[in-house]
Antibody, heavy 119, light 113 residues
Framework: EVQLVESGGGLVQPGGSLRLSCAVS????????MHWVRQPPGKGLVWVSR????????SYADSVKGRFTISRDNAKNTVFLQMNSLRDGDTAVYYC????????????WGQGTPVTVSS | DIVMTQSPDSLVVSLGERATINCKSS????????????LTWYQQKPRQPPKLLIY???TRESGVPDRFSASGSGTDFTLTINSLQAEDVAVYYC?????????FGQGTKLEIK
């Protein structure tokens, strides 16, 4: 069974940092590209970042470029999102997702972890 | 960036009727290398993550009821839900995987009349 479990969310002050983790099981993680999206309270989905299967290729939304870093540890079946210089606008539920190279789409998402940036 | 625009923003449909949601991309999301259209539809119910419904613009994901269908090419796409059921109440999103950033439409909220 495919499982993705996000963790690391919480309350942080503006300017602070958080590191989100997404631990996966039930599929070949080291062969899978991974994505993060976020959803501000009461709003729609916003794509944040993605990483290639070997970690050598990354991409970011302009709104997080230079502040967020995506990475992965294939030995631990985990993908990370390091979030620095957090702003009020980063408040959202963050979801990680497995990209299917067969479907050319994310076919499975985790349950999400909430991040609140507030003083 | 490719802008994805959905219409309408919200939709109220009676049980058993048809719901139609449109999605327009600001440029083509057809990949010439394999002739695939990288347009995906998701369903999101309250307090749940998105669920994949449709990929390649019109291919239904395994396990998705056949009352869900989708069509379109180039820049104009449609998701159709026939014989609307109560469990179809959700927000529906289109997303393009043609290029980064992989932009979403703003979402269409579907409610039952």
């Amino acid at each position: 069974e495919v499982q993705l479990v996000e963790s690391g969310g919480g309350l942080v002050q503006p300017g602070g940092s958080l590191r989100l983790s997404c631990a996966v099981s039930g599929f070949n993680f080291s062969s899978s590209w991974m994505h993060w999206v976020r959803q501000p309270p009461g709003k729609g989905l916003v794509w944040v970042s993605r990483i290639s299967s070997d970690g050598t290729s990354t991409s970011y939304a302009d709104s997080v470029k230079g502040r967020f870093t995506i990475s992965r540890d294939n030995a631990k079946n985990t993908v990370f999102l390091q979030m620095n210089s957090l702003r009020d606008g980063d408040t959202a539920v963050y979801y990680c997702g497995r990209y299917s190279s067969g479907y050319h789409a994310v076919d499975f998402w985790g349950q999400g972890t909430p991040v609140t940036v507030s003083s | 960036d490719i802008v994805m625009t959905q219409s309408p923003d919200s939709l109220v449909v009676s049980l058993g009727e048809r719901a139609t949601i449109n999605c327009k991309s600001s440029q083509s999301v057809l990949t010439s290398s394999n002739n695939k259209t990288y347009l995906t539809w998701y369903q999101q119910k309250p307090r749940q993550p998105p669920k994949l419904l449709i990929y390649w613009a019109s291919t239904r994901e395994s396990g998705v009821p056949d009352r869900f269908s989708a069509s379109g090419s180039g820049t104009d796409f449609t998701l159709t839900i026939n014989s609307l059921q109560a469990e179809d109440v959700a927000v529906y999103y289109c997303q393009q995987y043609y290029t980064t950033p992989h932009t979403f439409g703003q979402g269409t909220k579907l409610e039952i009349k």
